[in-house]
């Protein structure tokens, strides 16, 4: 995909990246000689064992944390800065208590260049975006709730609204479903890819779950035990909208065994 | 129902404890020049109504005007603190130096400085005051969840308004709470300075009355300032039900 100036029209590009975070004594490398490629509209999970470096992934392509050796580029552009143009939602909500659920929603645009200019002139008009979220997210009747009012599932469902009311092109999860219960985490897979099938974002979804990961993803990385490296690519390729009854497919099985086998064999690499 | 159990108990135990304070001094033959029966209290109160009052007002105004003083300096030193880390570490030793000086101590200076009367009242009451008000903000700002930090950078924010948006609602909960404490903290900075270096006010009565040996009225003036406390606590705690019910109904109280 080599365009004009000789460089790759990719999304995302991540070239031989080495992360380390803290000093001196207390320095950890949790991610090295680690390169992947994301094209845009592209759905990646990155699997791995805890403490892989996979959330420090997310860190350097959003511009919160650098890189201390190789290059990240969005859209061609080396990220030195936050990149202001992606939503994120981790697997604490983070929502904040004194809001009710719609306005933790318009928190974005409250915030983000782009919209918070004309907040108090398009009030109306953002109100209905975050409410017509809402009701892909199933919370319509709850916008007007209080977090603590909000169980786990639904917490989620308004923070990934948050992440993704300002249109971002890059949406960053971060083991968003990690402290769900089993049932309404597979709600939420069915959520979050109506999300994507809607708003089509990039999206990078951190996550220990492999089963997830094959349900949701177009392609999937697995990191080797600290310090992370890139061990293998997937490409899923089932087609969608994917449900429930997919994960009970032998296909679907295979993909998952196929990916927990090379995690639980690091040493072959 | 619930509500009415939560006054019932207090109630009970408040009266209960000036009745056995009443029976034990009427028992055991207690002194009035020791220790004043509350009954002998009261009719103290009531025989030196006028007077009571003027003084009481007195305090009053000075703790207000201390206590108003502290907040301001108190959420501005506070936000400034928890602002930014480097403040942080740069002020803390000074403040926590200032803070263990007893107040008592620095009244003599206030006189020498403002003369006797309504100034180093005022001014001891924000001395005490203001403290537990700026540690209380900046803890509320500097506890901020480093994953809403994450969110609100990655969309672009600014310090100011992370700060306005989401810090500083977020240590509302935290300052409410240090006002409750502030407020008595005032009543204490002000009698204190009162009984030093003042010609008025509830601490000066009650130097004047122990002075002439009339021990019903120093207790008059002790009942006076645990009611004045009492009543601003309670005005305080319903302030903050209100303003930050968010923080008090959830299970998880934010911290």
Redesign the interface.
Known sequence: MEDAQGGTSDFISIRGIDVVYGEGENEVLAVTEASLTIREGEFVAVVGPSGCGKSSLL?VV???HPVRKGSVKVRGEEVVR???I?????Q?A?L???RTALDNVL??L????DYARDFNRKRREYREMAMELLSIVGLVDFASK???ELSGGMQQRVSLS??LI?QPRLL?L?EPFGALDAFTREDLWAVLQRLWLELRPTVILVTHDLREAVYLADTVYVFSPRPGRVLSRTEIDIPRPRNLETTFETDFHERVNSLRAQISRPAAV | MKERKNIVIPTTITIGFFVLWEIACRLLHIDVFILPQPSTIVASIWQHGSVIVDHSLQTFMTTMLGFVLAVVVGLLLGMLVGASPAVYNGIYPIMVGLNSIPKVAIVPILVIWFGIGTVPAVLTAFSIAFFPIMVNVATGLVTM?P??K????????TKS?ILW??GI??S?PFFFASLKVAIGMAFIGSVVSETIASNSGIGFLMMTASARFDVPLVFAGLFVIAIMGVGMYEFFAVLEKRV?F??Q????L?V
Not at chain 1, 86 to 90: I, K, Q, S, T
Not at chain 1, 110 to 113: D, H, K, P, Q, V
């Open positions: 860190k959003s511009g919160l936050p990149v202001k992606c939503g994120m939602a981790f604490n983070t904040l208590p004194w928190l974005s409250e915030i983000s260049e209080f977090p603590w948050r992440a300002h960053l971060d | 969840e994953e809403l994450d969110v609100l950078r990655s969309l672009g924010a308004k948006k989401v609602p977020r509302m930050t968010w923080a109904r959830g299970n998880e934010v």
